[in-house]
């Protein structure tokens, strides 16, 4: 700092007062650029993403001049500066770890683009839409509108499912049907179920996996696609249908059942048919 | 539905101007969509609904019918306009996006072969409202399903999917008020015989044309397989279609033909 106060201190008291007044100014209309820049570029054709990291950048630009500017108004030179900076950085690098982890996650974060302003991903147990990718965190808007802040740090080191990044998606339904039915009618309803749905793609073609015999059904998986954005719509319209048409056709999904065994060496369970007590309503 | 006013000016034509008196209801039935327009002051009341059966074949139309017939309709929508027409104006239009026909049956062209053969797509209704039109909606007269047209999943186009049994004799092709036929010539001149899983036409670039027996046409398409590749150069044909020469043109394409290219048309896709 004493660079700065001695080249203050060889100034007379009105060149000072003007050096200063003109050094604010700098600043303000740089403040002033900076602002209107960030906001007026015509970016509207690029990805949000990128909108967001162009105005970033330029904000800092225009900000970082206007104040070397001053500073050389001030007549500070600017190699000094740029040194002291230097030096400060290091010691700020020291003091602060985790922000200058998260400050290099996020350029990660910006090159990589596992996920870009826009994208719905899944991080832990959070499940948003990314507003903003930030230097030092990732802000997710959640379903239920809440805001989320992850540290870029974190982000880096977990695993995040971006659940937008491919045009469509999958939606896996378990469904079980009683051990009495017959398959080949079950996977017959549902490829109709498939065929039906508008929005349910007819490639890649729906599947059906058998997944096993269950404890009271057996386990099917029913796998349709659909674009990512009509991905809820189909999940919940599938849902429905297979309900409703497994009702049409007759075909059970049973609850679990529970057979009350007592060995074989033991004699069978008694039991005993009471007349049914009086409510006491009828009563 | 009152039958009064009957199949409008005869024939399959649905499409024109309609003259809709304030409050009352018009009710048009083109093949599965039913479509009804209600004159309201400083407004229009569009109702409609598809049924379930997409080769329905009835055509219809009824006017100054009461306002029950629109309140039963499954989507309703309202449209301000200031202007005082009482003037409604239908027009068909080919699919907004390409249509991935499948073969009904296995189909193949063999080496330096070539094939032409008629598909049918469903048409889109176009409504429209006022003396210099402005568009009201657009509503399918059946919503094909969506499918995917690509090889992996990660990249692709999305389209229509449809079944054809790839006709290849114009007398076997059905003529419906709601679709439209296009003739598309396959040819193979490669070595190989060509397997025709799935069929890709680019709908949103085919203009509309209507014959004397009142069939609605699209441009031709005419399709030559490239050598070992599933990319075949595409040519949408120039002026009326060649089975219907004498057809008379009705609505250019949503976008530019784009010219001759080479498009991944025949798939062999996720089989």
Known sequence: MEWLIDSIRNMTW?????????AAVIILLGIVASRVLRRRLPLERLHPQHQLIIRRFTGYLVLGIAFAWALQQLGVSLGVVLGAAGLL???????????????????????????????????????????????????????????????????????????????IRRFDMQVGVAYKEDLSKVGKVLMEIADNNPICLQEPKPLIIFSGFGDSAINLQFSVWAMKENFLELRNSTQNAVKRSFEQ???EIPFPHRTLYAGSVTEPLPVRITAAERSPIQS | MNDAGT???????????????????????????TLSAQRLAGEWRIGYQSSDNPL?????????????????MANIERFAISEESDEIRLEPRTADRPIVFRPDLPFHVLPGEQASLYVGSPLWVAVSSGPSPKALLEIPSHRPSDTWFGPP???????????????????????RAHRAAT?????????????????????????????RDGRLWTHDVILERGEGTEFAQLEIGEGAPRSAPDAKFLVHPRVGSGGNRMVRTFGSLFS
């Open chain 1, 249 to 251: 056709h007759g075909i």
């Open chain 1, 89 to 167: 950085t290091v010691a700020i690098g020291f003091a602060a770890q985790t922000s200058v982890s998260n400050l290099i996650s996020g350029l990660f974060l910006m090159v990589e683009q596992p996920f870009v302003v826009g994208d719905v991903i899944k991080v832990a147990d959070a499940t948003g839409e990314v507003i903003s990718i930030d230097l030092l965190s990732v802000r997710l808007r959640t379903f239920d509108n809440l805001l989320v802040r992850i540290p870029n740090e974190s982000m880096i080191k977990s695993n995040v499912t971006n659940l937008t990044y491919f045009p």
């Open chain 2, 7 to 33: 199949t409008h000016k005869g024939g399959s034509e649905w499409w024109g101007s309609f003259s809709v008196a304030e409050r009352s209801v018009t009710q048009w039935q083109i093949g599965p969509l």
């Open chain 2, 183 to 211: 003739a598309v010539v396959i040819r193979n001149p490669s070595n190989e015989t060509l397997p025709v899983l799935r069929l890709k036409l680019p709908m949103e670039r085919l203009g509309l044309f209507m014959s």
């Open chain 1, 14 to 22: 009105n060149e000072q007062v003007q050096k200063f007044a003109f």
């Open chain 2, 153 to 175: 999943t990660a990249e692709g186009e999305l389209c229509y999917a449809s079944r054809t049994f790839c006709r290849l004799a114009l007398g076997e092709v059905t003529r």
């Open chain 2, 56 to 72: 329905a074949d009835t055509l219809k139309y009824a006017s100054a019918l009461s306002s029950e017939g629109l309140e039963q």
